[in-house]
């Protein structure tokens, strides 16, 4: 048997080896010009067109807590500033059952901030369960997305969310009992800010791109029959319960829990406007904790 699959993988190399190269002349020229590119790659197929995109009957989780203030500026962009000592972070854990861009789940962690003195959310970091969703934030907006498995859980009267990277490595937990109602004016919109970087693929070179974008932002809490709105706030706290070099998250500490919220969402992402480009250098190198130090 062994001699015959021998044989068999001489024969298969021997049939590529003699193929003959026909000499035709040269073929036409490439006609695709950039007038004919789409918004986004493969250039040819775009997986999704220009903003905006639509957003309707969204679940969300919400958890606003304290964090260290050390731990928070490590993180926040030169340009940005901490909004509140003790600084604020929040996470959130999305279910957008529609959108233009798909249907998929997410966790963002973000911190509030200030550019020039107006209130943010900058985005720490975002994890996403749809190919789409994840190109159509990192490609136009710099969302710093990865895949993760998201699960959402509604158990007696407990709303409960979790992220998985890798599957089976729990990273992110929010619970939340639901009391009160939400009232709309309660509902933050801060426009939201992302660090978006493209590597070079030079060797040795620094990114392409690397630059602060502002994108606004706006939740609509959408009203219940009885005109009042399909949120809820009460108990409720967010863990990070298994520490990960490679997915940092821990590293903004919960110190304490300031609210924990559920609500049904309407929202439009429109375009995003370049507030800041940074003059890129050599990118860091990671170390063995995940942490990121200045190339040598």
């Not at 550019?115 to 490609?139: A, D, F, S």
């Not at 990277?165 to 309660?186: F, H, N």
Request: aromatic letters at 10%; a neutral charge.
């Amino acid at each position: 048997m062994k001699k015959i699959l021998v044989v068999a993988a001489l024969l298969t190399l021997a049939f590529f080896m003699v193929i003959p190269v026909i000499a035709t002349g040269e073929g036409l020229p490439g006609k695709l010009q950039p007038r004919n590119f789409g918004f986004s790659m493969p250039v040819t197929m775009p997986p999704f067109d220009a903003p905006p995109y639509y957003y309707r009957g969204i679940e969300m989780l919400a958890f606003i807590y304290e964090t260290d203030d050390e731990a928070a500026a490590a993180v926040l962009p030169e340009g940005l500033t901490l909004a509140n000592s003790p600084a604020v972070a929040q996470v959130l854990f999305p279910d957008f059952h529609f959108s233009t861009l798909g249907a998929y789940k997410e966790v963002i962690i973000g911190l509030n901030a200030l550019w020039k003195g107006q209130p943010v959310t900058y985005c720490v970091g975002l994890l996403v369960t749809n190919e789409v969703g994840l190109i159509g934030g990192r490609e136009p907006y710099g969302f710093p997305k990865l895949f993760a498995n998201i699960e959402w859980s509604k158990e007696r009267n407990l709303i409960s969310a979790w992220a998985e990277r890798p599957t089976g490595k729990r990273i992110a937990t929010g619970v939340l009992r639901p009391r009160d109602i939400l009232k709309p004016e309660d509902v933050a919109s801060n426009p939201l800010v992302t660090l978006k970087v493209i590597p070079s693929p030079e060797e040795g070179a620094p990114p392409e791109v690397c630059e602060l974008v502002m994108t606004p932002i706006k939740f609509e809490l959408i009203t219940g029959s009885d005109g009042k709105g399909e949120g809820f706030v009460g108990p409720g706290n967010v863990t990070f319960d298994s520490p990960s070099a490679v997915d940092g998250y821990f590293r903004l500490p919960v110190k304490r829990m300031i609210a924990s919220s559920w609500g049904r969402y309407n929202f439009v992402l429109s375009y995003g406007k370049v507030i800041k480009r940074y003059t890129p250098i050599k990118p860091g190198v990671t170390d063995a904790m995940g942490i990121v130090h200045p190339a040598k």
